[in-house]
């Protein structure tokens, strides 16, 4: 059973950038067809797509963020990561990386929480 | 605005049964066998309870069901529990985006 952890600092000033890791651990991220996410919930709210990074390392992003998203992989490290740059207020929100590609095994970090703030 | 569309919120009765639809269009739940249902209590991640618009993993009781017609998808909780209380939603898979609905709060009267 593949496990995930997010990690990265849990206060960004506004204007930085957000910078997110998800270190996977139980199988390989270069392995099988998997599409590796961030999304995210900002408190008392819904889940919100952020985009995905493919096992080969094409991406899709969420339109209405996308000029804001990059979502990269680190196989060496079996890891893969999240930046997002000019961070408001709106940006604070518990982050979550997931394994999905829509079946049995999907999986789902436990999520940190990032905080916008000066 | 959430890609899918789901009810803000059911509620049921203990025993009862309840149905959460998801609509989305022809180019997503109507074009994939793709959707799945998660289950997220409040402090905790999402938890896995149909795929492929019908399917339990292991360990999900089969009181839970899924369906879809056309551009909806259906998640439907039979003999409803307590612990059945709890916000779900609606992932829809495309081949270039992941889709979520805004989310249902259930409420078990």
């Known amino acids: 059973q593949v496990q995930l952890q997010e990690s990265g600092p849990g206060l960004v000033k506004p204007s930085q950038t957000l910078s997110l890791t998800c270190t996977v651990s139980?199988?390989?991220?270069?392995?099988?067809?998997?599409?590796w996410n961030w999304i995210r919930q900002p408190a008392g709210k819904g889940l919100e797509w952020i985009g995905r990074i493919y096992t080969s390392g094409s991406t899709n992003y969420n339109p209405s963020l996308k000029s804001r998203v990059t979502i990269s992989l680190d196989t060496s490290k079996n890891q893969f990561s999240l930046r997002l740059n000019s961070v408001t207020a709106a940006d604070t929100a518990v982050y979550y990386c997931a394994r999905l590609v829509g079946g049995p095994d999907d999986s789902w970090g436990q999520g940190t929480l990032v905080t916008v703030s000066s | 605005q959430s890609a899918l569309t789901q009810p803000a919120s059911v509620s049921g009765s203990p025993g009862q049964s309840i149905t959460i639809s998801c609509t989305g269009t022809?180019?997503?739940?109507?074009?994939?066998?793709?959707v799945s249902w998660y289950q997220q209590h409040p402090g905790k991640a999402p938890k896995l309870m149909i795929y492929e618009v019908s399917n339990r993993p292991s360990g999900v009781p089969d009181r839970f069901s899924g369906s879809k017609s056309a551009n909806t998808a259906s998640l439907t909780i039979s003999g409803l529990q307590a612990e059945d209380e709890a916000d779900y939603y609606c992932i829809s898979y495309t081949t270039s985006s992941t889709l979520f609905g805004g989310g249902t709060k259930l409420t078990v009267l």
């Open positions: 022809s180019s997503d739940i109507g074009g994939y066998n793709y």
């Open positions: 139980g199988g390989s991220i270069s392995s099988g067809t998997y599409y």
